[in-house]
């Protein structure tokens, strides 16, 4: 089994930042791509950002230049920088990872429980 927990989350007011960290752990053996999408009430999940495992990115329209997502390979960590938030950007955050559990296996993906970002004055 592989388990990802996301940390960070909480209440920050516009115009404020917040670290989002993603942790995976259990049976791994090679992680590929990681990201982080979000879910806002009433709304589908929509892709925030992603990194595979040689740190390119990608982001969508609306964080660009405000976000930027990173990783640890060693810690088999995925993190979010979010600054410049705004009213908008309130939902659920999930982690997401493409996880290997054992050599010569299939790929599966898995997902965080999600972790609550809320921007409010």
């Known amino acids: 089994q592989v388990q990802l927990v996301e940390s960070g989350g909480g209440l920050v007011q516009p115009g404020g930042s917040l670290r989002l960290s993603c942790a995976a752990s259990?049976?791994?053996?090679?992680?590929?791509?990681m990201g982080w999408y979000r879910q806002a009430p009433e709304k589908q999940r929509e892709l925030v950002a992603t990194?595979?495992?040689?740190?390119?990115?990608n982001y969508t329209d609306s964080v660009k230049g405000r976000f930027t997502i990173s990783r640890d390979n060693a810690k088999n960590t995925v993190y979010l920088q979010m600054n410049s938030l705004k009213p908008e950007d309130t939902a659920v955050y999930f982690c997401?990872?493409?996880?290997?559990?054992?050599?010569?296996?299939?790929?599966?993906?898995?997902w965080g429980q999600g972790t609550q970002v809320t921007v409010s004055s």
């Open positions: 997401n990872a493409a996880v290997q559990p054992k050599k010569f296996t299939s790929v599966n993906n898995y």
């Open positions: 259990g049976n791994i053996f090679s992680i590929y791509d």
């Open positions: 990194i595979t495992s040689s740190g390119s990115t």
